[in-house]
Nanobody, 125 residues
Framework: QVQLVESGGGLVQTGDSLRLSCVGS????????IGWFRQAPGKEREFLTA????????YYRDSVKGRFTISRDIAKNTVYLQMNTVKPEDTAVYYC??????????????????WGPGTQVTVSS
């Protein structure tokens, strides 16, 4: 069983940077696929980025490519989402998720097994 908890959300202004954290507990995230998703009010949860824990490569949604970066700290069992040049349309609840399967950019939210409770990011214009 894996527990995930996100943190780092808050109210920021357009153009600011923000780093979200997702701490895993219960077991090591080694060999897991870790993903970041977001859900804005009235919209479906959408995939942002994912990476295999033991690989350096990652997948990104086109709309955030170049602005968002996923990374991990193995020693801390933590994955990060660095968000740069944020926009009002980035306002959403952000979730991290994990799966023991080898997922790719083709996989959606239903393919992830473990989820954090989410952290709210609000970008003011």
């Amino acid at each position: 069983q894996v527990q995930l908890v996100e943190s780092g959300g808050g109210l920021v202004q357009t153009g600011d940077s923000l780093r979200l954290s997702c701490v895993g507990s219960g077991r090591t995230l080694n060999d897991y696929t870790i993903g970041w998703f977001r859900q804005a009010p009235g919209k479906e949860r959408e995939f942002l980025t994912a990476m295999r824990w033991n690989r350096s490569s990652a997948y990104y949604r086109d709309s955030v490519k170049g602005r968002f970066t996923i990374s991990r700290d193995i020693a801390k069992n933590t994955v990060y989402l660095q968000m740069n040049t944020v926009k009002p349309e980035d306002t959403a609840v952000y979730y991290c998720a994990a799966s023991p399967a080898k997922l790719t950019i083709q996989n959606g939210a239903n393919d992830y097994v473990y989820w954090g409770p989410g952290t709210q990011v609000t970008v003011s214009s």
